[in-house]
C-alpha cells in the first residue's frame, strides 16, 4: 500500500501548483448537475394527519360497499354439497368403499338421493370435491414430464426422471407418466331428475368446455399433432398402472381424448391446498327453464376411487355462478371487516389527533 | 514475500545481523537480502481466477450460497431448481471479481511506476542507469537534487562540503522543513567515481525494523570501526533537497526499507453495521435452522401419520421409507427453500449504495476547493454510513486547522498601529479579497505574494519615519532565514520557522529587504541602499529565553543590539524610558491577540564599543567553557539583552483554514467532540485552541496537564476530576465504583454542566497512557468539552485513537494533512486526509480526503448522515422483505404436508431480489433524504440518532422481521381464504397452485412497493421510475415467462403457461390481491403515523418546517455566525529549532561560492562542532571567534 502511496505523491507532488494557474490541466472540479449534487426535484411525502386520515376514511367508504355487494351475491349463489365418501354404515356407497375396487373390472354403483330446495337457473356446474389429499406435496407435483404432456415425441417414449416411479411399466414407458396422471379421478358421476310424475331423467352433462383454453389448446397436445392416429402414436407405451383404459381410450371423441382430454387436464392441473374442488361437469345452454327445477334427484356414481385409506373425503357440488365465481363468502366477509376496521381506526386515530396530536409546526424544533 | 520465504531455506528464520559489503555483489548475494522490487498486487493473469475464487469463497456468505448449490444438486432434497441460486451467485461473484480485478490492476500499474524509475548505480567502475527494481543491497548509487531515495542508503558523500546533504522527509514523518545528513568524515572525502569503486567497507548493522529513528551499526574500512547512527541514513521515501548530488550505500532494500516495514498492513476496516448485520445474519441462520427443524418434525409426525396412507396416491421411494429419514431430507430442502432469508444480494446491494455515497461525495461541489482544484474523494468506499455515527473527531493542528502559513498582518511601531483599514467615517472595516492591496510595485525585490491592506504604513516609510524604519530594519536583520539569489532579484527565503519567514518578508516588501549572507555579514537592501552590517554576534533563541537577539555594527560604525522575543519576556528588561511606549504597545497588544494573531515585541540598544568588546571577550571565553558552557552563555545574553529601547510590536496570523471556528461549533452541537492532537508547542496550541474557540475565557477552567513523572501526572488528573466532580455537587464516584461509572458515563458526562478543556503535552500523555492512568486520562478528558493534546509523537496520536476506540465503543474520525498523521488516520474507524497539500501521504492512507477542515461538517453532518439514513432504511426494508417474501413458505408446509413445495413459480424465486425489487429499494437507498442539507446543517442535532445507534439496531431488526412476519402470514392466509373455495367466472376450479402462485407473488410485488413508496422520504423521478418500472417489468415477465412461445421452447422449464393470462383476467384476483396489499400495509401505515403525530422527532419537525418553507418560499438564510470573542493574550512561541545561529555564524551552511574561505588544515578540528550541537550533543565546545576569517563581500549594488 505505501509504495503505491508514494509514487503517487511523486505524481502529484509535481503539479501541486497546476490549480488555477495551469490552465492546461482540465479543472476537477464537480459538474453542477442536480443528479451529482443530490439536487433532483423530488416529491417528499409526510405522513400528516391531513393525508393519513382521509386515507383510511377512503379505504373504508370504498371496502365496506364492496364487501356487503360480494357477501349478497355470494348468498345469491346456490350449492349443493354432497358427501358420497360412504363412510357411514347407513351412506349408500359404503358398500363400495370397502372393497378396494381401484381398477376391478366389475365397477361398483352406488345411488345417492338428494333434494334441492331452490331451483337453479342459469349455467350449473357439477364438482367433485377431494379432501385431504395432498395433490401439493412436492413429490406429487413434480411427478410428471410436461414435454410428454406437450405432445413430444421423445418424452413420450423416455419419460423424464422426475416420473418414477412411475416412469416405465414392463420396461414400456408409461404415458402419460408421473404420480399426478396415475392418481386421476376416475369416478363417474350421473345427475337424475325425479320427475314429480315418477320418471328418471338424465341431466344432460358436458364434459367439455371444463378446462382452461390455454391447457387444452397450449400446454396438451397430443403427440403426433391433431388428428393423428392416437392408437397408433401410442404403440409401444404403457397405460398408467391405476388406469382401466389407455389415454387414447378416455373419450370417444376424437378432441377431446388422449393428453387433451379434459378431465385429464383438469386433474393435472394440482390443487393448492389439501382440500379442493374440480371441474366435473357443466349443464350449459339447458333448454328447459331452470336448468335444475327444485325437487328430487339421484346421483349416480360408479365407485371406483378409493380415498378411505387416508382418510380422503369425496364430495359431489353442485353450484351456480356470478360474476365473481362461486360461492365465496369470504370475500365480502373479510372487505366488510377491513373496511370497518380501517374506517374504526381512522375514528380513532382522528380522536387522537385532536385530543393529544402534534399540531404545532415548528415552534418547539430545538437544537 | 517469495524472496522471504526463499530465505527462510538456508538461513535462520530472523535475521540477527546484516552484512553489508560495498561493492560487492557476490558477496552479498549470500545473504540473499531482498532486492529492491516491491510488489503489492496480489494477482498476476492466471492466479486471479483461482485465487480470486478462493478469497471469494472464503466469505462466509458465499460459501454458504456455494453449499445450499451443492445441496439443490441432490434430487431427494432440490426444493428448487439449479438456477435459483446459480443467476444470483454467479451475478454477485462477477460483480465482486470485476472490482477486485480492477483494483489489483491499478496496484500493479503503480508498483510497476515505481519498480521501473531510474537510479543511477555504480556498476564495475562505471555509473549505470538502471530501474529501481534492480537496486541490490551493497549497491553504491548516486541520488540527484529532488530525487527520491530508492532504498535506504548510508551516506558516503556527497557534493556539499563536509559530506552534508539535505533531505525532505514529508512522506516518512510530515515535518516538511529540511533535515541535515552527514556522512562519516572518512567517506566524505571520497568525492568521485574512482575514490568510490576502491571503497570497500562493509557495515554490520541491525536488522531491518521499522523504527525510523533509529539506525545502529558499525562501518569496518580499512581495518577501522567506525560507528554509524540514523543522522548517517537517507531512508527510501525521502527527497534530496539543496543537494547537487550525493552517493550512498544500499543497506536495506524492497520490502525491507524502513519505509516499507512501516506501512504494515492495511488494517481493512469494517463499519458497526457490517458488524451488525454479520451477527443478524448469524442470528438469521439460527432462525433458518428453527424454521428446518420446526418443519422437519412436521414433515416427519405428516409421513407417519399421513403420508404412509397416501402412498396409494404418491409412493415412497426407498429414502423415503423411514419417516425420519424423510423429515431429515425434508430439513435440507427447507433450508434451500428458506434460504432467501439470508439474501445473497444483501451484501452486494450493500456494496454498490457505499459506492454509490461514496460518489455522491465525490462529486459534491461544495467540498470542491477552488484554490487547490481538489474535490473531495472517498477513497474507501466501505465506510460511508459510519460518517454518520461519528462521536470523536481527532484533528491534527497543522495544516489541517490551520493553513500553515504566517501572514504579517499588523504591527504597533511607536505607539501607533498599522494594519487596520478604515472607511470613509472612520470605521473600521473587515479586511475582505476585495480590499485594496498595498501597491508595492516601487520595489523591484517585493515579493509578489505579499498581501498588506493600510497603506499608512507604506507612507510611513516613505516619509523616512526613523522608528518605522528601525523597526523594518530589525526584522530585516534579526532572524536566521538564509536567502538564494537564483537570479538577480529573484529572492527565495528558506525560514526556519513560518513566522520568521513572515517577518523577514514584510520588511522586504517595506523596503528592507534581506539579500544575502555569510557567516560575518548581513546585506541588506534599505529602500535601494545596498548596505551591509557586519554580524558580530547572535544570540540565539531557546525555549527558556523565548527570545533571540543580533548584535551587528552597521556601515556608521555603531554597535546595535536588536531583540525580538515574547512581549512578557521583553517587557522585563526595557530601559524606563520606554514605559510610556510599553502601556501603549501592551494596549495593542492586547488587540492583536483578541484577534488571535501571534505576538512578538521588537526592541533595541545602542552598544557602546568598550562595554561590546569586554561583553565579547567574556562571551569568547564563555563558549569556550567545558562545564556550565550553556549558563554561562545564558547568563552574558542576559547581561547585554538589558536596558532595550522598545521598537513596537508584531503580529502575525497563524491562517487558520477557512471556517474552522464555525464547523467546530457547529458539530459540537451535534455531540461531536474535538480533539485536537499536534506535535506543535504547547503555547501555540493553546493559541490556536482559542483562535478556534475551542478555548474560551469563559470556560470554568483549562488544565493544563504537564508533570515530568507519572505520580506527578497522577496527580495532576486527578486533582482537575475532583475539581469537575467536586464543583458539580457529583461526589462519591470514586474508584470503588469506577467501573459502574464508566459503564454509564455518557449519562453522567451530560449532567455536567460547566465547561473545562483539558491540555496535555506529549511527556505527560505518555505517562498518561499507562494501562494504570489511562482510565483516568478518558474519564477526564471526556468530562471536558475540549482536549487538546500537543507535543505528541505520531504514535502517541494513533495510541491516544485506540484508547477512545477501546473504552468508548464510539466511532471515531481522524483528521490530518501530513505522514505524522497516518499512524493516528489508519487507526481511527475513519480516517480523512487533507489533499492538495504538499504531503500526500496522509490522504494516501486515509479514507476520505478533501481539501479543508470545514468540509468535515459537510461530510459528517450531510454526506455521512444520509448515508446512515440511507444504509438502515435499506437494510429495514431489505429484511422486511425477505421475511416477507420467503416465510410465505413456511406457512404453506402446514398444508402441503411439510414436503417442502414452493409457493411461487421458480422463476419468481430466481428473480424476485435481483430484478423485482432491486431497484426500487437501491433508488431508495442511494437518493433518499429526510432532510434536505441545509436543514441537516442547520439542525447538528439531527446527528445525534446516529450517534446513539437508533435507525438500525437489534431491535429494529427484530421489529422489521415482525412486520415481515405479519406481511408473510398475512400474504399466505389471506389468499388461502379467498381461493380455497374460489371458481372462476366460467365455473372452472380456481384454486389450483399455479394461480395461488400468482396472486400470492403479484401481491407480495404490489405490497412491498407500497411498502418501500411509505418507506422512502423522497420520490425523485429515479424513484418513480424503478418503482412503477419494477411493478412493470414484473408483469412484463410474468406474462412473458408464462407465454406459449417460452412453453413451446422449453416445456419443462415454463410450466406456468397461461395462468396469469387466466388468472390476472379475474376481478376477483383483483379483489383479493387489493384486500391482501390493503391489509398488509395497513398496519405499518397505522404505528408509523402514530409516531410521527404523537412522539415526533426532531427529523419529522425538520421535515414539517421545510416543507412549510418550501410552500412559503424561499426564505434568507440566517446561518449563525460563530463570533470570536477571545481576549486573551497569545503567547509568541518561536516554532523552529534551538541552534541556527551557531550554524550561520560558523558559515557551515552556506554554499562554498558564497562564502570566500580558505580550506586551512587547522579549522577542521573545530569544523563539525556545530553539528554536533545541532543534533544536541551535548558538552562539545563551539568557538565562533576562532574563525576569524576577513570576509569580504563585495558590496553589491541593488538593482533599482
Known amino acids: 500500500m505505501m509504495a503505491t502511496s508514494y509514487n503517487a505523491k511523486d505524481e502529484d507532488g509535481h503539479i501541486t501548483v497546476s490549480g488555477p494557474g495551469g490552465g492546461t490541466l482540465r479543472s476537477r472540479k464537480p459538474e453542477n448537475t442536480a443528479f451529482k449534487q443530490q439536487r433532483l426535484p423530488a416529491w417528499q411525502p409526510i405522513l400528516t394527519a391531513g393525508t393519513v386520515l382521509p386515507a383510511f376514511f377512503i379505504i373504508g367508504l370504498i371496502f365496506i360497499p364492496i364487501g356487503i355487494g360480494l357477501y349478497v351475491t355470494s348468498n345469491n349463489i346456490r350449492e349443493f354439497e354432497v358427501d358420497y365418501t360412504g363412510v357411514d354404515m347407513s351412506s349408500p356407497c359404503f358398500n363400495c368403499s370397502q372393497n378396494y375396487s381401484w381398477n376391478s373390472s366389475r365397477p361398483c354403483t352406488c345411488t345417492i338421493p338428494f333434494y334441492l330446495e331452490q331451483p337453479y337457473e342459469g349455467n350449473v356446474y357439477m364438482y367433485y370435491g377431494l379432501s385431504n389429499f395432498y395433490q401439493n406435496h412436492r413429490r406429487y407435483v413434480k411427478s410428471r414430464d410436461d414435454s410428454q404432456l406437450h405432445g413430444d415425441m421423445d418424452s413420450l417414449l423416455t419419460p423424464s426422471k422426475e416420473c418414477e416411479p412411475y416412469a416405465f411399466h414392463d420396461k414400456k414407458p408409461i404415458a402419460p407418466c408421473g404420480a399426478i396422471a396415475n392418481s386421476m379421478f376416475n369416478d363417474t358421476l350421473e345427475l337424475f331428475y325425479n320427475d314429480p310424475n315418477g320418471t328418471k331423467v338424465l341431466v344432460p352433462l358436458a364434459n367439455t368446455g371444463i378446462a382452461w383454453f390455454t391447457d387444452k389448446y397450449v400446454k396438451f397436445k397430443n403427440p403426433g399433432g391433431d388428428g393423428a392416429n392416437l392408437t397408433a402414436v401410442f404403440q409401444g407405451t404403457s397405460k398408467p398402472v391405476n388406469w382401466l383404459k389407455p389415454v387414447y381410450e378416455l373419450d370417444k371423441n376424437s378432441s377431446n381424448n388422449g393428453f387433451i382430454n379434459e378431465d385429464f387436464i383438469v386433474w393435472m392441473r394440482t390443487a393448492a391446498l389439501p382440500t379442493f374442488r374440480k371441474l366435473y361437469r357443466t349443464i350449459k345452454d339447458a333448454k328447459v327453464i331452470p336448468t335444475l327445477p327444485s325437487g328430487n334427484y339421484t346421483l349416480e356414481v360408479v365407485y371406483n376411487y378409493p380415498v378411505r385409506s387416508f382418510e380422503g373425503r369425496k364430495r359431489m357440488i353442485l353450484s351456480t355462478i356470478s360474476w365473481m365465481g362461486g360461492k365465496n363468502p369470504f370475500l365480502g366477509i373479510a372487505y366488510v371487516t377491513v373496511g370497518s376496521v380501517c374506517f374504526f381506526l381512522g375514528v380513532v386515530l382522528l380522536v387522537i389527533h385532536h385530543k393529544c396530536g402534534n399540531r404545532n409546526n415548528s415552534a418547539d424544533i430545538s437544537n | ?1200
Open chain 2, 1 to 1200: 514475500m517469495e524472496t522471504n520465504q526463499e530465505c527462510s531455506f538456508d538461513r535462520p528464520v530472523k535475521e540477527k545481523e546484516r552484512h553489508v559489503k560495498a561493492n560487492a555483489r557476490d558477496y552479498n548475494d549470500k545473504f540473499h537480502y531482498a532486492d529492491n522490487r516491491i510488489k503489492t498486487s496480489k494477482y498476476n493473469v492466471f492466479t486471479f481466477l483461482p485465487v480470486n475464487l478462493f478469497e471469494q469463497f472464503q466469505r462466509v456468505a458465499n460459501a454458504y450460497f456455494l453449499v445450499l448449490l451443492i445441496l439443490q444438486l441432490i434430487p431427494e432434497i432440490s426444493s428448487l431448481s439449479w438456477f435459483t441460486t446459480i443467476v444470483p451467485l454467479v451475478l454477485v461473484l462477477v460483480i465482486t471479481a470485476v472490482k477486485d480485478a480492477t483494483d489489483d490492476y491499478f496496484r500493479y500499474r503503480s508498483d510497476q511506476r515505481v519498480n521501473n524509475r531510474q537510479s543511477q548505480i555504480l556498476i564495475k567502475g562505471r555509473l549505470q542507469n538502471e530501474k529501481w527494481m534492480n537496486v541490490r543491497v551493497g549497491d553504491i548509487i548516486k541520488l540527484s537534487n529532488n530525487q527520491f531515495v530508492a532504498a535506504d542508503i548510508l551516506l558516503l558523500c556527497s557534493s556539499e562540503p563536509y559530506g552534508l546533504c539535505y533531505i525532505e522527509t514529508a512522506e516518512l514523518d510530515g515535518e516538511t522543513n529540511l533535515k541535515v545528513r552527514h556522512a562519516l568524515t572518512v567517506t566524505s572525502e571520497m568525492g568521485d567515481i574512482s575514490k568510490l569503486i576502491d571503497f570497500d567497507g562493509e557495515v554490520i548493522c541491525e536488522p531491518p525494523n521499522n523504527k525510523l529513528d533509529k539506525f545502529t551499526g558499525t562501518l569496518l574500512w580499512s581495518d577501522n570501526k567506525y560507528p554509524l547512527d540514523n543522522e548517517k541514513m537517507l531512508l527510501r521515501g525521502c527527497v534530496l533537497r539543496n543537494t547537487e548530488w550525493c552517493f550512498g550505500l544500499v543497506i536495506f532494500a524492497g520490502w525491507q526499507t524502513k519505509l516499507m516495514q512501516n506501512c504494515g498492513k492495511t488494517i481493512f476496516k469494517r463499519t458497526s453495521i457490517d458488524k451488525l448485520m454479520n451477527t443478524l445474519v448469524l442470528w438469521i441462520f439460527a432462525f433458518l435452522i428453527c424454521m428446518g427443524v420446526i418443519l422437519a418434525v412436521g414433515n416427519t409426525m405428516w409421513e407417519s401419520w399421513i403420508g404412509r396412507n397416501f402412498q396409494v396416491f404418491l409412493p415412497r421411494g426407498e429414502i423415503q421409507s423411514s419417516a425420519v429419514f424423510s423429515g431429515f431430507l425434508a430439513f435440507w430442502s427447507y433450508v434451500i427453500i428458506l434460504n432467501t432469508v439470508v439474501p445473497i444480494s444483501l451484501y452486494v446491494s450493500v456494496e454498490v449504495l457505499r459506492l454509490g455515497h461514496s460518489y455522491f461525495i465525490n462529486w459534491d461541489q461544495k467540498m470542491y476547493c477552488a484554490q487547490t482544484d481538489t474535490a473531495a474523494e472517498a477513497r474507501t468506499t466501505t465506510l460511508n454510513e459510519e460518517l454518520g455515527q461519528v462521536e470523536f473527531v481527532f484533528s491534527d493542528k497543522t495544516g489541517t486547522l490551520t493553513q500553515n502559513i504566517m501572514v504579517f498582518r499588523k504591527c504597533s511601531i511607536n505607539g501607533h498601529t498599522y494594519g487596520d483599514l478604515y472607511n470613509e467615517f472612520d470605521q473600521k472595516v473587515e479586511i475582505t479579497e476585495k480590499s485594496a492591496c498595498v501597491d508595492f510595485s516601487f520595489n523591484p525585490l517585493s515579493d509578489q505574494r505579499f498581501q498588506f491592506y493600510d497603506g499608512s504604513l507604506l507612507e510611513a516609510v516613505k516619509l523616512e519615519d526613523a522608528a518605522v524604519h528601525e523597526f523594518f530594519r530589525l526584522l530585516a536583520l534579526c532572524h536566521t532565514v538564509m536567502s538564494e539569489e537564483k537570479s538577480e532579484g529573484d529572492l527565495v527565503y528558506q525560514a526556519q520557522s513560518p513566522d520568521e519567514g513572515a517577518l523577514v518578508t514584510a520588511a522586504r516588501n517595506f523596503g528592507f529587504v534581506f539579500r544575502a549572507r555569510t557567516p560575518e555579514s548581513i546585506t541588506l537592501c534599505e529602500m535601494g541602499r545596498a548596505v551591509t552590517y557586519r554580524l558580530l554576534a547572535i544570540l540565539d533563541f531557546n525555549n527558556v529565553r523565548k527570545r533571540m537577539s543580533v548584535i551587528v555594527r552597521n556601515p556608521e560604525g555603531q554597535i546595535k543590539l536588536y531583540c525580538k522575543g515574547a512581549d512578557s519576556i521583553i517587557f522585563e528588561r526595557l530601559d524606563p524610558s520606554s514605559e510610556d511606549l510599553m502601556h501603549t504597545t501592551l494596549e495593542h497588544l492586547n488587540e492583536f491577540a483578541g484577534e488571535g494573531l501571534r505576538t512578538l515585541a521588537l526592541t533595541c540598544k545602542d552598544l557602546d564599543e568598550d562595554h561590546f568588546d569586554v561583553w565579547m571577550k567574556k562571551l569568547l571565553f564563555a563558549s569556550t567553557l567545558i562545564e556550565n558552557r550553556d549558563d554561562q552563555l545564558a547568563e552574558l545574553y542576559e547581561e547585554i539583552e538589558q536596558g532595550m529601547k522598545l521598537l513596537g510590536a508584531t503580529a502575525i496570523e497563524d491562517k487558520l483554514q477557512e471556517g474552522v471556528p464555525e464547523t467546530i461549533a457547529c458539530l459540537n452541537l451535534a455531540d461531536i467532540k474535538i480533539w485536537v492532537l499536534t506535535g506543535d508547542k504547547l503555547e501555540t496550541a493553546v493559541n490556536i485552541g482559542y483562535s478556534c474557540n475551542m478555548l474560551r475565557d469563559d470556560m470554568n477552567e483549562v488544565f493544563i496537564i504537564s508533570g515530568n513523572t507519572l505520580l506527578e501526572v497522577q496527580q495532576q488528573l486527578r486533582n482537575a476530576n475532583e475539581q469537575i466532580l467536586g464543583l458539580s455537587g457529583v461526589c462519591g464516584a470514586e474508584d470503588s465504583d469506577k467501573t459502574e461509572m464508566s459503564a454509564d458515563d455518557s449519562v453522567f458526562e451530560e449532567s455536567i454542566i460547566a465547561e473545562y478543556a483539558l491540555v496535555i503535552n506529549g511527556d505527560s500523555l505518555a505517562y498518561a497512557l499507562d494501562p494504570q492512568l489511562e482510565h483516568v486520562l478518558l474519564d477526564l478528558a471526556c468530562l471536558c468539552k475540549t482536549v487538546i493534546c500537543c507535543r505528541v509523537t505520531p504514535l502517541q496520536k494513533a495510541q491516544v485513537v485506540e484508547l477512545v476506540k477501546k473504552h468508548k465503543r464510539a466511532v471515531t474520525v481522524a483528521i490530518g494533512d501530513g505522514a505524522n498523521d497516518v499512524s493516528m488516520i489508519k487507526t481511527a474507524h475513519i480516517g480523512v486526509g487533507i489533499s492538495g497539500q504538499e504531503g500526500m501521504q496522509a490522504v494516501l492512507a486515509s479514507d476520505f480526503s478533501f481539501a479543508q477542515f470545514r468540509y468535515l461538517q459537510r461530510l459528517l453532518l450531510v454526506h455521512g448522515r444520509w448515508s446512515y439514513l440511507r444504509m438502515c432504511n435499506f437494510l429495514r426494508y431489505f429484511f422486511y422483505k425477505n421475511f416477507a417474501f420467503t416465510l410465505v413458505h413456511f406457512w404453506y408446509g402446514f398444508f402441503c404436508g411439510f414436503s417442502a413445495q414452493t409457493v411461487y413459480d421458480q422463476w419468481f424465486i430466481t428473480l424476485f431480489n435481483i430484478v423485482y425489487t432491486s431497484l426500487p429499494v437501491l433508488a431508495m437507498g442511494l437518493f433518499d433524504q429526510d432532510v434536505n442539507d441545509q436543514n441537516s446543517l442547520r439542525y447538528p442535532s439531527l446527528y445525534k440518532p446516529g450517534q446513539q445507534n437508533l435507525l438500525f439496531n437489534k431491535s429494529q431488526f427484530f421489529l422489521c422481521t415482525l412486520q415481515g412476519l405479519g406481511t408473510s402470514f398475512l400474504l399466505f392466509f389471506i389468499p388461502y381464504g379467498a381461493l380455497s373455495v374460489m371458481v372462476r367466472e366460467d365455473g372452472s376450479h380456481f384454486s389450483d397452485q399455479q394461480t395461488f402462485a400468482v396472486t400470492v407473488a403479484t401481491s407480495l410485488v404490489i405490497v412491498v412497493s407500497v411498502q418501500i413508496g411509505l418507506d422512502a422520504h423522497y420520490w425523485t423521478a429515479v424513484n418513480h421510475l424503478f418503482i412503477w418500472g419494477s411493478l412493470i417489468v414484473y408483469f412484463a415477465i410474468l406474462f412473458a415467462m408464462q407465454s406459449n412461445g417460452m412453453f413451446g421452447i422449453f416445456p419443462s422449464q415454463f410450466p406456468f403457461v397461461g395462468t396469469a393470462r387466466n388468472c390476472l383476467a379475474e376481478q376477483s384476483v383483483w379483489l383479493v390481491i387489493l384486500l391482501t396489499s390493503v391489509v398488509c400495509v395497513v398496519p405499518g401505515l397505522v404505528v408509523s403515523f402514530l409516531k410521527v403525530d404523537h412522539f415526533p422527532t426532531l427529523t419529522d419537525k425538520v421535515r414539517r418546517l421545510q416543507q412549510y418553507r418550501k410552500k412559503e418560499g424561499p426564505q434568507k438564510k440566517n446561518l449563525k455566525r460563530v463570533s470570536r470573542t477571545s481576549s486573551r493574550r497569545s503567547a509568541y512561541a518561536f516554532s523552529h529549532q534551538q541552534g541556527y545561529g551557531e550554524l550561520i555564524t560558523s558559515g557551515k551552511n552556506m554554499k562554498v561560492g558564497s562564502v570566500f574561505s580558505a580550506r586551512s588544515p587547522g579549522r577542521t578540528p573545530n569544523r563539525f562542532v556545530w553539528i554536533e550541537n545541532l543534533l544536541k550533543k551535548k558538552n562539545e565546545v563551539s568557538c565562533i571567534s576562532d574563525e576569524n576569517i576577513e570576509t569580504q563581500t563585495a558590496q553589491q549594488q541593488c538593482t533599482g
